[in-house]
């Protein structure tokens, strides 16, 4: 089954630097390549994506790319799995309730905001760093230790090699937004947990510090905490009362008996916890990761065209190819005849109908591209056609035609069969025989040649057929 490659990803990345070092092609077919994917010229992007996936059959070892992905997805996985069950723990110990004394909401927030903020002002400098600084702090990320513990595995091994590949940037920016999906998955882990401790105790939340803080600035920090969700959910505002009434002293064994009173009411504090954890750790962090997605996606664009070869190849798609020999033109006598053969010096710009004799769709598309002239169908005939499908050609052909001879190759009568098939059709107008000489000699003829087709073609007696005489 055929590999496809719809968008730049890790995957395509490799695969084309494998391919690129076994195979990259001659000037010829990649031009011809380019020619049969002409709408793709505006877009190397795509252009190198399909030559990528019409080629990588030539790699006749293993893809490096399944080794890396099939342990990167691995390994991914696995951290994902890890974090979220991390989160989910989290939030039970935070959470956890015995009864005799309430929870106290103050850890809660430090572990859903306070961290996921300061985590995410470590990624931001690091995005607008040098990787130095991203060293520093990821010195204090989990992920960082975490991926260490895994690289003493033998099948981490293989891969050392493979990451050699890719430069410092690309390196960067997968770290920075793979830890803003494991964050996410930690928070989702700690969101699930604060929702089944809700679902399945009667937890009393309660808050307690030993600064100095009144319930009612306490209330107002908190009302500022709420601020993004204030239309849309008032509810998981705390009002001055819930915070007057929950706040708790750890002096004596025994809890307030205003607070045992009024126990119902403190349970609702989850519903702000519910959404400083949604906010803070989730949207933000969401926000976050499709920024270092974006520019993950753009080092890796441009890491693409960074490879060795591709340059190269990108050129050769675009520049028409003509053969690297240097062309020796030879010096003939002047032949001088004296024939009626109607003759043209130049080619139109485009016709409605190319036909090449004993030629492929591939040279054909090569001759055009270098002599800049389009048609609107362009067709083969003669070699391994049959006089049948010759036939069937010509009576589909309208208007003027052009039509391309090997000028070396004289007129064989099987030419001058499918030539008088042309002229017996009335809706072709004209006929412009156009003699070519080899690639190496870019397509010139020799003056000898181009008199072997004149006498050939003046024989015909026919006011259709020119010959093209481009000196």
Do not use: C
């Not at 607070?259 to 989850?270: E, T």
């Amino acid at each position: 089954m055929q590999t496809k490659y719809n968008k730049f990803s890790i995957k395509s990345y490799l695969d084309l630097s494998q391919l690129i070092g076994e195979y990259q092609g001659s000037h010829e077919e990649n031009r011809v390549f380019a020619l049969k994917n002409e709408r793709l010229l505006e877009n190397p992007k795509k252009l190198l994506l399909l030559w990528t996936e019409k080629n990588i059959f030539r790699v006749r070892e293993r893809l490096e790319s399944k080794d890396f992905t099939d342990y990167f997805s691995s390994l991914s996985n696995l951290l994902a799995f890890v974090f979220l069950l991390i989160g989910f723990f989290t939030g039970l110990g935070l959470l956890s309730y015995s009864g005799n004394s309430p929870v106290n909401i103050i850890y809660f927030i430090f572990i859903a905001m306070v961290i996921p903020l300061v985590s995410m002002l470590f990624s931001l400098f690091s995005m607008l760093s040098k990787g130095d600084l991203l060293n520093f702090f990821t010195l204090f990320i989990p992920l960082t230790w975490i991926e260490k513990i895994f690289t003493f595995l033998p099948s981490s091994k293989k891969l050392d090699t493979l990451n050699e590949i890719f430069s410092e940037d690309l390196k960067k920016w997968m770290f920075i937004y793979r830890l803003q999906l494991f964050s996410i998955l930690f928070s989702i882990g700690l969101l699930f947990g604060l929702l089944f401790m809700v679902a399945t105790q009667d937890i009393a939340f309660s808050w307690s510090t030993t600064l100095k803080i009144t319930p009612i600035a306490f209330q107002e920090i908190l009302e500022l905490f709420a601020k993004p969700w204030t239309i849309f959910y008032p509810n998981a505002i705390p009002s001055v009362d819930l915070v007057e009434l929950s706040q708790y002293y750890r002096l004596g064994e025994h809890l307030n008996p205003e607070m045992v009173k009024n126990a119902d009411k403190l349970g609702a504090w989850w519903q702000f916890l519910f959404m400083i954890t949604v906010f803070y750790a989730i949207f933000l962090r969401l926000l976050l990761a499709f920024l270092s997605l974006y520019f993950y996606r753009k080092q890796l664009d441009k890491d693409f065209f960074s490879i060795k070869g591709v340059d190269l190849l990108l050129r050769e798609f675009q520049t028409p190819y003509v053969s690297t020999e240097a062309p020796k033109v030879e010096k003939h006598l002047e032949i001088k005849e004296e024939n009626n053969t109607q003759t043209k010096e130049t080619t139109r710009r485009a016709y409605s109908h190319i036909v090449g004799w004993n030629f492929s769709s591939d040279e054909i598309r090569l001759v055009n591209d270098s002599k800049e002239i389009q048609g609107l169908e362009v067709n083969t005939a003669g070699g391994s056609h049959s006089y049948y499908d010759d036939q069937k050609l010509t009576e589909n052909l309208r208007r003027t035609i052009l039509l391309y001879v090997k000028s070396w190759e004289p007129p064989t009568m099987d030419f001058i069969d499918f030539l008088e098939l042309l002229i017996e059709n009335k809706k072709i107008d004209e006929i412009q025989v156009y003699p070519l000489g080899t690639v190496g000699r870019y397509y010139e003829s020799d003056r000898k040649e181009i008199a072997v087709w004149k006498r050939k073609i003046e024989g015909l007696k026919s006011k259709k057929v020119w010959v093209i005489d481009a000196e």
